[in-house]
């Protein structure tokens, strides 16, 4: 029985979830103060942190995190779950399901949701380098001797980061909660102290002051957008995170405690800025007392490994989501908790992001320098979310249109203003982020378009089902125990390994099988609807798989649940037969010729179908086929 919404156990579990949430969720906006105020005062398109400058970017700070976090994504974007899942995928899912365009409307809707999906992967690079080494970079102001060992230690704890991935995070995750609350604690603490000295700082929640602030900068002023930026960044983590610990957690965990401490902390800074504007080389780390240094870059280094982990854990989540929903080659994935079924590890995206992070961290040096690359890629990954929920909310929410140019001025407005800020850190490094998400982009879609390619190409040459049925009656195919399973895409058609087997070991099994698995737009299949079985005749019949985009593929276990349907299995008496095809790209009509290789390549490489469906090796055979795209 359930416990009440306001019984003590209902109240004990949504503590936990919260601390949860509070280690993972929150890591990288919270790290921000690291950075963000030094790159407004000390960054490339820095200001004097006269009075007025000050209470202009701390109110700009203070409405961008009203505006973006608070109203968009912790109580806007939240409505937007996909059956409680959240992320730019899911959320792309949701919207071409109840999509009433056109055709071609629905290709552009797909293709800037997989290009927001692209560009988490360049976020995803640079938040670890910029994170660690931020943190990192405190030793220098507790003593400069250290300053030759910055980068060998941050490149010493990102690779023990990484290394780690394999043995899974659940042990280590226990200690997340209580630590980024205690890091919270004492960015609310540091705040607090700093500006009791300066209370004016308060008079920033005054929007007039980010008025003022252009007023009197102009261009410069608008260029400062880019560094106040970085307040907000980690913001669409809260939307990715929604299935893994629901909406009420993350809303709890920002309104009573992330956003009080870091707002309590920027306006800390702002206060030490007013009485010593020297500090504007790093006033986070000179806000504490010196005693207090060496323990703050211990506490900022390991709040900074929780903020990558948070986001190692979700380019894991998204690769694995894009290869179910077809965006993706099959890929290794492997589970790192019997007991939470988001707790995975994919080698490849793992040791890809850290050579990635490695060369922006010798690449760019010191964090500022990354500052300067830092944003572009999360402001229109946000833009993007913005057009998908809006698309959402006129045709399954049925907004009007007043209510939607609301939203536009409330969002995509703010965001584009920031978006333009940005543009210009693209001769900085931007183009960085920007190169990998157009990378990544082009490696989905060649995939997604090859194997829509290579599934017609399979068709032209297949057998229709009825005429291979038909054959079976004949009598002139010899029929052997045992029960054959084939995979295939074409519902229509008969796969080419069953033909295969047939041309070459002149046998039928006794019972066949041919099976589809597809995904589904949604999170997760229940295991009473995950296959349907059809009966065709002649002791042949199809199996319907399917899955959730969130879910990982197990066809034993499908054949498991097929006995409720008068199906059953004995693994030791069932061989699965796998088409292994080697493609020729070719000047037929279809894709360009170096899409064709590289979707050749791709193929050739994708992890191999036993692995990906968890199908025992002893249970397989494979037959080799080509196919000229």
């Not at 920033?204 to 970085?230: E, I």
């Not at 099976?515 to 999170?523: A, C, L, R």
Request: charged share 10%; net charge neutral.
């Amino acid at each position: 029985m359930n416990a009440s919404l306001d019984s003590p156990a209902h109240n004990n579990n949504l503590a936990a979830i919260t601390l949860a949430a509070v280690g993972v969720v929150y890591g990288d906006i919270g790290t921000s103060p690291l950075y963000a105020m030094r790159e407004c005062f000390g960054g490339s398109h820095a200001l004097a942190p006269t009075h007025d400058n000050v209470l202009g970017v701390l109110s700009l700070i203070f409405w961008a995190l009203i505006l973006v976090i608070s109203v968009k994504y912790v109580t806007f974007m939240m409505r937007a779950d996909n059956r409680g899942e959240g992320g730019i995928l899911a959320l792309l899912a949701l919207t071409t399901s109840n999509f009433k365009g056109t055709a071609q409307q629905r290709a552009w809707l797909i293709g800037l949701g997989i290009f927001g999906a692209s560009l988490f992967y360049g976020d995803g690079v640079i938040t670890p380098a910029i994170s660690v080494l931020s943190a990192v970079e405190g030793l220098h102001i507790a003593t400069p001797m250290l300053d030759d060992y910055v980068i060998p230690i941050t490149l010493v704890i990102l690779l023990a980061l990484f290394l780690i991935q394999a043995r899974g995070t659940a042990r280590i995750g226990i200690a997340f909660g209580p630590i980024m609350v205690l890091w919270f604690a004492t960015l609310a603490l540091l705040g607090l102290v700093n500006m009791a000295q300066a209370p004016e700082v308060l008079a920033a929640f005054d929007p007039g002051y980010a008025v003022h602030f252009f007023a009197v900068n102009h261009w410069s002023g608008f260029l400062v957008l880019g560094a106040v930026f970085l307040a907000v960044t980690g913001g669409e983590a809260l939307y990715a995170d929604m299935g893994h610990f629901g909406k009420q957690p993350i809303r709890l965990a920002w309104f009573t405690l992330v956003l009080p401490a870091i707002l309590l902390n920027y306006l800390g800074q702002g206060a030490l800025l007013l009485r010593d504007p020297a500090t504007v080389a790093n006033p986070f780390y000179l806000m504490a007392p010196s005693w207090m240094l060496y323990p703050m870059v211990i506490l900022a280094t390991m709040a900074t490994v929780i903020a990558s982990q948070a986001v190692i854990s979700g380019v894991f989540s998204v690769t694995r989501q894009a290869a179910q929903l077809g965006y993706c080659p099959r890929i290794a994935i492997r589970h790192t908790s019997e007991q939470a079924i988001g707790q995975i590890y994919v080698p490849a995206a793992n040791w890809a992001l850290l050579l990635a992070v490695i060369g922006l961290v010798l690449g760019f040096h010191n964090s500022s320098n990354l500052a300067s690359a830092y944003g572009i890629a999360v402001t229109i990954a946000m833009a993007i979310d913005t057009l998908l929920v809006l698309a959402l909310a006129r045709m399954v929410w049925n907004w009007g249109w007043f209510r939607l140019g609301l939203a536009v001025m409330a969002f995509l407005l703010v965001e584009l203003a920031f978006l333009s800020a940005n543009a210009l850190k693209i001769g900085h490094g931007g183009w960085i982020t920007l190169l990998i998400a157009a990378a990544i982009f082009t490696l989905m879609i060649t995939w997604k378009d090859g194997r829509a390619l290579l599934d017609q190409r399979l068709r032209e040459n297949a057998m229709p089902l009825n005429v291979f049925l038909q054959s079976l009656t004949q009598g002139s195919t010899l029929r052997v125990p045992g029960t054959a399973v084939f995979l295939t895409s074409n519902s229509g058609g008969v796969p080419n390994a069953l033909l295969h087997n047939m041309k070459h070991n002149k046998v039928v099994h006794e019972r066949l099988v041919l099976m589809t698995v597809t995904t589904e737009e949604i999170p997760r299949v229940a295991d009473q609807n995950r296959v349907t079985v059809h009966d065709l005749g002649h002791n042949a019949w199809r199996i319907v798989v399917r899955y959730g985009f969130a879910e990982n593929p197990d066809l034993p276990h499908a054949l498991a649940l097929c006995e409720p349907q008068g199906l059953s299995f004995e693994m030791m008496d069932t061989t699965f037969f796998l088409g292994r095809a080697t493609l020729i790209p070719t000047n037929r009509p279809g894709m360009a010729l170096w899409r064709e290789k590289l979707f050749a390549s791709l193929f050739r490489n994708a992890t191999r179908p036993m692995d990906f469906f968890r199908i025992p090796y002893n249970r397989v055979v494979e037959l080799g086929t080509q196919v000229e795209l």
